[in-house]
C-alpha cells in the first residue's frame, strides 16, 4: 500500500517537474514574445541654437523585449544613428505613432530612424550582443549653423549589458 501510494506522488512530482520545465522552455523560445520594458528617448532643440538626445545615455540587457520610444519635441527632424546598436539588436518591429494613434508598422531590420517633428516612433528589438557603444548621433544639419546635430551637441552612449 505504501509502495502505491509512493508510486503514485513520485509520478505526480515528476509529470509536474517535467510541465514546469516544458512551460520555461516555451517562453524562452521565443523572446520576441515578453512583455516588452518600456524606455523614452526625445529628440530635442531649437535651430540655430542647440540640437540633443535626453537622456543621452541608454541602457539595455539582452535576451529582453524593449519598446524604445523615440519622441520628436522639438522643430526640426532627426536621426536616431548608431550602427553598432543596429548590429547589435534583432528587431521585430518598428510602429509610427500620430497624435497617439499607430498609423504604420514596419518590420524586418532597420539601421537608422528618421522622426519628424511632434511625432512619436517605437522601435521594438531585443538586444543579443554586448558592447557600449558611443556612436548615437544625429547627422542632419542646421539650417542657420549649417553644422551637423552631432557637431551641436546630439550624440549619446548606448550601454548593452
Ligand atoms: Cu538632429
Redo the contacts with the bound molecule.
Keep these: 500500500m505504501i509502495n502505491d501510494s509512493l508510486k503514485i506522488l513520485i509520478l505526480t512530482l515528476l509529470t509536474s517537474f517535467y510541465n514546469l520545465n516544458f512551460i520555461e522552455s516555451k517562453t524562452l523560445g521565443d523572446l520576441t514574445k515578453q512583455k516588452p520594458i518600456e524606455k523614452l528617448i526625445t ?1 530635442n ?1 531649437i535651430n540655430g541654437k542647440e ?1 540633443y538626445f535626453s537622456p543621452n545615455i541608454l541602457n539595455f540587457k539582452t535576451g529582453k523585449l524593449y519598446k524604445l520610444k523615440i519622441k520628436n519635441v522639438s522643430d ?1 527632424k ?2 536616431f544613428s548608431s550602427e553598432n546598436f543596429s548590429n547589435s539588436i534583432f528587431t521585430r518591429k518598428v510602429q509610427v505613432i500620430q497624435n497617439n494613434q499607430k498609423i504604420a508598422e514596419v518590420k524586418g531590420n532597420i539601421k537608422e530612424v528618421e522622426v519628424f517633428p511632434n511625432n512619436t516612433l517605437e522601435w521594438w528589438f531585443v538586444p543579443v550582443k554586448t558592447g557600449e557603444f558611443y556612436d548615437l548621433n ?1 547627422s ?1 544639419e542646421d539650417p542657420k549653423t549649417k553644422e551637423k ?1 552631432s557637431n551641436m551637441g ?1 550624440t549619446g552612449k548606448i550601454i548593452i549589458e
Design positions: 529628440m532643440g540640437h526640426s532627426h536621426y544625429c542632419v546635430h546630439m
